[in-house]
């Protein structure tokens, strides 16, 4: 379990994503396989029970696709979807089959089509399933994008690893992460009051008030922004620093009549940062050395090594009636910041695959 490699596992998967064209092709091809991979074997019916033979249906309920069982008790509740089918309308119902009375015991609910798989934690009865604490995607697998911690969760729930105590611990060591790192994004968009004023209160001012909140909130926010841009690039091996030790982030260039807004500066710092936490190989880490922006009069280009060969998306700053548009050099087209890391990493490594002698 170990030594397994995720990122093949997830390249053999999806090689084979045209072959599943409904729900049973999808958890043959798909949803079982990932299973085997964490250690359960499929033809054992005593710990791998389907809907057809594990006695799984409750009146009102219906019956999950399969549940898995370890010395006898359910661990994981699984609920499969075909894969082209969205998860978000069918929580409700893992929900219902992790409070029936056979499984209610169960630590761990799966929600999956496959391409996706949704991770739950056991609740109590008459509670609504929170939000997943993992959510693990095969493109993103593929591409190298599991962490450390969430390999370490699926050592945890081998067979001969499952403890239900220590999994419930791991669960929501992962949920209070998602949760600070919701809070971090949320706060270094756009500070709150609160972070402001604890900020502020660190500073040397004899008294915060609203009005000192109101006029440095913007200061506090840049000064974030700043700080996270100089960090993730100090661990580029190239980047030249001034005397000072500040470091020189790369110049912007602009076309005639263009004017780089501050959205579009902030557009470029996040994209630098979402690329530096996910480069993987020396390589990767390296080309960050010209990541850099072009500003045009339609739209804000953002590149790489040049601003052609190495072009990686278009940002296109919201207009009345139209939202903010992201359109990547491979045709992906996302509407929201918080959509870019998957394809943008992609883009990413194409880009350096073609700036590659």
Known sequence: MVAFEWSKFAADRLEKRADWKNEEQTKLGAIVPFFEALGYESSDQSAFRSEATAGLATTGTGRADFAIFIESEPAIVVECKAADVPLDRHTAQLDRYMQSEQLKVAPLGVLTNGVEHRFFERIEPDQD?????????????????????????????HPKNFASDDVAELAKRLRVKNSIERWWRRELQNPSKEFCRMVLQNQDFSRVTEKLIGAYQPIVADAFLRSVAKEVAKILPEVRRERDGAVRLPVTKASAGAITTQREYEVFQRCLIEVAQRCQTVAERQHLTGFNHKDYSEFF?????????????????????????????????????????????????DAIKRLTP
């Open 301 to 349: 280009k953002i590149y790489v090594g040049g601003h052609k060969k190495g072009h990686l998306l278009k940002f296109f700053e919201a207009s009345p009636g139209q939202p903010e548009k992201f359109e990547f050099a491979d045709g992906q087209i996302v509407h929201s910041i918080d959509e870019i890391a998957e394809p943008l990493m992609k883009n990413y490594r």
């Open 129 to 157: 399933l929170p939000e997943p604490f993992l959510i693990l995607q095969l493109a993103s697998i593929r591409s190298g994008e599991i962490e450390s911690d969430q390999v370490a969760f699926l050592e945890a729930i």
